[in-house]
């Protein structure tokens, strides 16, 4: 069975940083979409960045671009995402969620705000930004 665990949320004040990290179990890794999503209350949840496990390609939001670096570790089947230059409109529930499915990948960088489903989904770390 799938397992997700995410780890790292906070609180910071503006232009802090933070680090999440998604430790995965149960999963037949190889070739895998991963992905950081959040959702902010009242709102609909949308998608961060994601990762191909093999070969490391990365996909990015506007929203995350140039401060968020998605990354993965095959040692330690960990995804993390390094967020720099926080600012309060980042305060979210920020989950981790994969898919063997490469499509899903591509299909998350045409839709960041209506996000496709992924298979298997972290419990959230919450992450708060204070100005």
């Known amino acids: 069975q799938v397992h997700l665990v995410e780890s790292g949320g906070g609180s910071v004040q503006a232009g802090g940083s933070l680090r999440l990290s998604c430790t995965t179990s149960?999963?037949?890794?190889?070739?895998?979409?991963m992905g950081w999503f959040r959702q902010a209350p009242g709102k609909e949840r949308e998608g961060v960045a994601a990762?191909?496990?093999?070969?490391?390609?990365?996909w990015y939001s506007d929203s995350a671009k140039g401060r968020f670096t998605i990354s993965y570790d095959n040692n330690k089947n960990t995804m993390y995402l390094q967020m720099n230059n926080l600012k309060p409109e980042d305060t979210a529930m920020y989950y981790c969620?994969?898919?063997?499915?490469?499509?899903?990948?591509?299909?998350?960088?045409?839709?960041?705000?209506?996000?496709?489903?992924?298979?298997?989904w972290g419990q959230g770390t919450q992450v708060t930004v204070s100005s």
């Open positions: 969620a994969a898919d063997p499915e490469l499509w899903r990948c591509v299909a998350l960088d045409r839709a960041w705000s209506k996000p496709v489903d992924f298979g298997a």
């Open positions: 149960g999963y037949p890794h190889g070739k895998t979409c």
């Open positions: 990762i191909y496990t093999v070969g490391g390609s990365t």
